[in-house]
Every structure is written in structure tokens, then in C-alpha cells.
């Protein structure tokens, strides 16, 4: 009996996904619980596994379709092997094409050469479109639903060089290289996940009223207080002990201080959070992720740097669920970890503030009167000024420098 693979719930305000990838083709034997398919969401990437073991018999979507939540993937005869996999079709676009040798001449036309799925056919068809015009950007330069959609919504035709432009934050055409070097470029489609990280920043740059103000913290205190008691710390909770889960803590103590930083715009009204779910961004080789620390002023430090752990190794694995990143009130940024010595950060819509932490330095400073080398960061602060004035942002930010500065703080809550 056929069993159906579909797309599961991907989210908060997640509603479609990319086929990245199929792990496994038609007439692959397949384990319960074993990665069939990859999907990329606009927030994360995910597996989804097979429901019970037997052959995958058919792959319902190419690879590059766009699908949405509850949609079929494919199908699993539950109990069978692998002895049919080379009667079955690799991919739904194969089961419309006759066998070739290798050497046989290409198409004549892309259509021909990737036959269009059910759901981009059944656009096409209704608006009386022509594939032959439209620009694909899936795998093989296949046509996906997303594809036709903005085909629709462009006053012209899209071309090979419109394409990746609709998603630029420059709209200046593109000049025509050089032969020599157009020989040595490499056109590749964005991900999802990279078209909406470009979204949504450029989103926050052309609707918030955008500042950044900055400080710097002498990290002397905190850097002793780490080097005291990391091995007893460690020891104890079974968990690294780093600087980020100071910031959190001190951000949390600012944001009580400074609830317009922790708000956000809905229409004509300001919404302000009792609740604190602070955002840490971590990069990946797919981009920017920005998992979330739920309920972060209830925990104690152990247990934030323990939740910051676990991010940071499920991120580097691609792990991370749309759950992980949904909610967040606050955003760190710690740009430090690669070098940088001043930054500044975009927010993360529909936040309102985020911080960016930076590179320690050693650097001469002044303190009382005497010059000294002490390891200093700089923090900068952007903000929509929209709803947080100058004197709550410059405020909320030399509160977090107070108490880096002086770690007891943090231990007292003063």
C-alpha cells in the first residue's frame, strides 16, 4: 500500500518551501524515519523523513518546485524493496521523456528539455503564458512556481538578466562583460533563504527610520570574573562559559528599563513585550539564521549559554527549526567572533532595536586621570527611531556598558 510524503507544518508565518534536493530517487529502498527530501523555507532548511520503510515509487515534484504546507512530495510502498528501482523514474520531469544515449542532441527547447511540473502547468495554461519566456530557477534551470508567479507580476517578459535583479538592492543595469571575462563568471541562483535575508533587510532600511548609536565597554571586569570561575562554571554545568551570555543578561535588564527598545510598530499602534525573546545571530553556509532564546529573562546564566550552545551546534549542521527562530523581541549580533571592530547592524522586522557586539581590543584609555591599556569592545545600538527616541536608545545602551563593566550588577539586578 501507498503511503504519501507531505509537506509538514514549516512554522510560524511559513507557508510554502523550495525542493531543495531529493536525498533519495524513485525505486530507493527507505528506511521509517530516514531524510527523503530537502526543503528550503524562507527562515531554514529542513529534511523530511519517510513515514514508514519500504521504496520510494514515485516523486511527485522536481527539484526547484515551489510547495506548499499539506502538499504531496511523493510516495512510499510500505514493505517493498529496492528490486524495482530500475523500472521506476528518477525524477516526475524523467517519466515524460523517452530514454536516451548520452550523446543524443539537446532539445530543441528548455521546455522540452525540463517538462514543466503539475502545479507550473497548470499556471502557465491558465494564463496563457509562454514557458519559452520565463526565466527558470531551479536546479538545471527548471521553471518553478515562483518563477511564473513574478512572470505574471512583470509588466514584461523576464530575461536571463532581469531575473537576478528584481532581487537586488540596486536596480542599475548590468554591463556586458568582457568575452574573457564572462568566460570565468558564474551565474548562480540565490536560495531562498538568501532572497529573503536580501528582502528583509532591505525591508528594514526602506521602512524604518533607521539609526545607530554606539559606545565602547572596557571588558576587564567580565574577562576576569571568566577567567575566575570558567573551569568551575564548566565543570558544574557541563556547558561553556562565554561572553554572550552576559549580553543577554544585561540586555534583558536594560530592555525592563527601556520597553520601547523591546516594541515593535503594528499599524498605527506600538505594541510593548512583558516578555523577552532575545534573538542571536549565527551565520551558516546558507546565511544568517537568528535562533531565539525563549523566555531568556526567566533563566539563569547556565541555562542561556547552555540554549546559545545548542543553536550554534544545530546551526552548523542545518538544524535549525522554523520554531527556533519565530518570536524574537531583541536581536544580538556579535560580529566579533570574524574581526569586526565597529559595525551597523540592520534590525530584524518587526524588532525594533538590535545589538552588535564587536571585536575586543586592547587600546590606551583614560581612567582617572591616568593612561592605561585596557580590552575594549565596541557596542553599537540600531534602532528605529520611529518609536524609541535618542535619549531611550543612548540610555539603554550605556545601561548595558554599566553592567558589563560590573558583572555584579548582573548577580544583585542592580
Request: avoid cysteine; aromatic fraction near 4%.
Amino acid at each position: 500500500m501507498a503511503t504519501d510524503i507531505i509537506v509538514p507544518t514549516l512554522g510560524e508565518s511559513v507557508s510554502d518551501a523550495t525542493i531543495a534536493r531529493w536525498i533519495k530517487k524513485a525505486g530507493d529502498a527507505v528506511a521509517a524515519d530516514e531524510p527523503v527530501v530537502e526543503l528550503e523555507t524562507d527562515k531554514v532548511t529542513l529534511e523530511v523523513p519517510s513515514p514508514v520503510a519500504g521504496q520510494l515509487s514515485e516523486l511527485v515534484v522536481a527539484e526547484g518546485d515551489t510547495v506548499e504546507v499539506g502538499a504531496l512530495l511523493a510516495r512510499v510502498e510500505a514493505g517493498k524493496g529496492a528490486s524495482a528501482q530500475a523500472a521506476k523514474p528518477e525524477t516526475p520531469a524523467a517519466k515524460s521523456e523517452a530514454p536516451a544515449p548520452k550523446a543524443a542532441p539537446a532539445p530543441a527547447s528548455k521546455v522540452d528539455a525540463h517538462p514543466l511540473s503539475p502545479a507550473v502547468r497548470r499556471l502557465v495554461e491558465e494564463n496563457n503564458l509562454n514557458p519559452e519566456n520565463i526565466t527558470g530557477t531551479g536546479v538545471d534551470g527548471r521553471l518553478t512556481k515562483a518563477d511564473v508567479l513574478a512572470a505574471m507580476k512583470a509588466p514584461a517578459p523576464a530575461t536571463a538578466s532581469q531575473a537576478p535583479r528584481s532581487l537586488a538592492t540596486s536596480q542599475t543595469p548590468r554591463q556586458t562583460p568582457r568575452d574573457i571575462d564572462a568566460a570565468r563568471e558564474e551565474r548562480v541562483p540565490m536560495s531562498k533563504l538568501r532572497r529573503v535575508i536580501a528582502g528583509r533587510l532591505k525591508e528594514a532600511q526602506n521602512n524604518a527610520a533607521m539609526l545607530t548609536t554606539f559606545n565602547e565597554v572596557d571588558m576587564t571586569e567580565l574577562m576576569a570574573l571568566r577567567a575566575s570561575y570558567r573551569t568551575e562554571f564548566e565543570n558544574t554545568h557541563q556547558v561553556r562559559l562565554g561572553f554572550m551570555g552576559m549580553f543577554v543578561q544585561a540586555s534583558v535588564m536594560a530592555l525592563r528599563e527601556f520597553p520601547a527598545v523591546n516594541a515593535e510598530i503594528d499599524g498605527n499602534d506600538i505594541i510593548y513585550k512583558n516578555y523577552y525573546n532575545i534573538g542571536v545571530a549565527v551565520g551558516t553556509p546558507q546565511g544568517l539564521v537568528v535562533p531565539v532564546i525563549k523566555g531568556a529573562e526567566e533563566m539563569n546564566l547556565a541555562e542561556v549559554e547552555r540554549t546559545i550552545g545548542d543553536f550554534g551546534m544545530r546551526a552548523r549542521d542545518g538544524k535549525i527549526a522554523p520554531d527556533d527562530m519565530a518570536g524574537g523581541t531583541f536581536t544580538i549580533s556579535n560580529g566579533g567572533v570574524y574581526g569586526s571592530l565597529m559595525s551597523t547592524p540592520i534590525l530584524n522586522p518587526p524588532q525594533s532595536g538590535i545589538l552588535g557586539m564587536h571585536k575586543i581590543e586592547k587600546r590606551a584609555v583614560v581612567v582617572d586621570d591616568v593612561i592605561v591599556i585596557r580590552p575594549m569592545m565596541y557596542l553599537a545600538l540600531s534602532y528605529d527611531h520611529r518609536i524609541i527616541d535618542g535619549r531611550e536608545a543612548v540610555s539603554f545602551l550605556a545601561r548595558v556598558k554599566d553592567l558589563v563593566e560590573d558583572p555584579r550588577r548582573l548577580l544583585i539586578g542592580v
